[in-house]
Nanobody, 123 residues
């Protein structure tokens, strides 16, 4: 069973930055696509970013493109999401996901999910 633990969330001001981390409990993630999703209050979960095995490919939602950078360290079983120029609309619970075989924004393709970390951006 793969366990994913997110960290790095918190309170930030608009225009600021945060770096989210997601650690996996097992090294299976090195062969899979990893993703970040978020869910704001009263809204559906939405795709943020994804990264393929070996960092060969990355994929971003239009809403964060140019402001977010996803990366992974397979030796540490960890992926990261660097978010810059934060906006109040980035406020959400951010979830790490694993287990997809393709680089996709479809949440249904990911088999494993973390518990989420809250990001709050004040204006």
């Amino acid at each position: 069973q793969v366990q994913l633990v997110e960290s790095g969330g918190g309170l930030a001001q608009a225009g600021g930055s945060l770096r989210l981390s997601c650690s996996a409990s097992r090294r299976t993630f090195s062969n899979n696509v990893m993703g970040w999703f978020r869910q704001a209050p009263g809204k559906e979960r939405e795709f943020v970013s994804a990264i393929s095995w070996g960092s060969a490919g990355t994929y971003y939602a239009d809403s964060v493109k140019g402001r977010a950078t996803v990366s992974r360290d397979d030796a540490k079983n960890t992926i990261y999401l660097q978010m810059n120029s934060l906006k109040p609309e980035d406020t959400a619970v951010y979830y790490c996901a694993a287990g997809s075989s393709i680089l996709t924004r479809a949440a249904g393709s990911y088999l494993y999910w973390g518990q989420g970390t809250q990001v709050t951006v004040s204006s």
